[in-house]
């Protein structure tokens, strides 16, 4: 059963969780304060080194959210989404 990972984006926080088979292995929040790509990786990468996984193992990367499509945190949160796609799409099988 493949991992994803799930942010939820919200007015005051934020939170990343590590998910399999739709139970949370695992997870990280912080406040909303204009880190979002650094709190975003660092999350990333804590949660993977805790779960001893290899980025390919987390299959997918879902964003959620009620704040509008322009507010900054969320086009920081697509842009990470998509490099983490193209760059686990770029490991050798």
């Known amino acids: 059963m493949p991992y994803t990972f799930h942010l939820k ?3 005051e926080k934020s ?7 739709g139970a949370v ?8 304060d204009r880190d979002m790509g650094r ?19 987390v299959s997918d990367f879902v964003v959620a959210s009620a704040m509008p499509d322009n507010y900054t945190s969320m086009r920081i949160a697509e842009t990470v ?3 983490y796609a193209f760059g686990i799409a770029s490991v050798p099988r």
Do not use: D, G, T
């Open 25 to 32: 292995m695992a997870s990280r929040e912080w406040p909303e």
């Open 9 to 11: 984006i919200e007015k």
């Open 81 to 83: 989404k998509k490099v």
């Open 39 to 57: 709190r975003l990786f660092e999350a990333i990468a804590e949660l993977l080194k805790e779960n001893n996984l290899q980025p390919e193992q």
């Open 15 to 21: 939170a990343l969780s590590l998910m399999k088979a």
